[in-house]
Nanobody
Framework: VQLQASGGGLVQAGGSLRLSCAAS????????MAWFRQAPGKEREFVAG????????AHADSVKGRFTISRDNAKKTLYLQMNSLKPEDTAVYYC??????????????????WGQGTLVTVSS
């Protein structure tokens, strides 16, 4: 599967952005899809995940209540709605896909396919 992330940009603290990740090439029905982020000098970390077939999502504690992951099956697009953004949310955001399905894993090694990343910068 190929993933193309978009929607990043510069926003003031307290603002909102919506990231998109267009998927192509495979039937996603068994997939787990996720967003990760990597800030300068830090390791890549899990942000949110979703079972593509529906019924299960997960969000990291640091974004719970502010970010929401969703998907549009018809458009084969994954979204991350980010509200109440904070300077510490500044990072390159990546979408990722785990074809094995099952649980929503937080570890980067569980995901086989990655998008190219989109930069989110939150100014104070």
């Amino acid at each position: 599967v190929q993933l193309q992330a978009s929607g990043g940009g510069l926003v003031q603290a307290g603002g909102s952005l919506r990231l998109s990740c267009a998927a192509s090439g495979h039937n996603l029905s068994r997939y787990i899809m996720a967003w990760f982020r990597q800030a300068p000098g830090k390791e890549r970390e899990f942000v949110a995940g979703i079972r593509w077939s529906g019924g299960m999502t997960a969000h990291a504690d640091s974004v719970k209540g502010r970010f929401t992951i969703s998907r549009d099956n018809a458009k084969k697009t994954l979204y991350l709605q980010m509200n109440s953004l904070k300077p510490e949310d500044t990072a390159v955001y990546y979408c990722a896909a785990d074809p094995a399905g099952g649980l929503i894993w937080y570890g980067v090694n569980k995901y086989d396919f990655w998008g190219q990343g989109t930069l989110v910068t939150v100014s104070s």
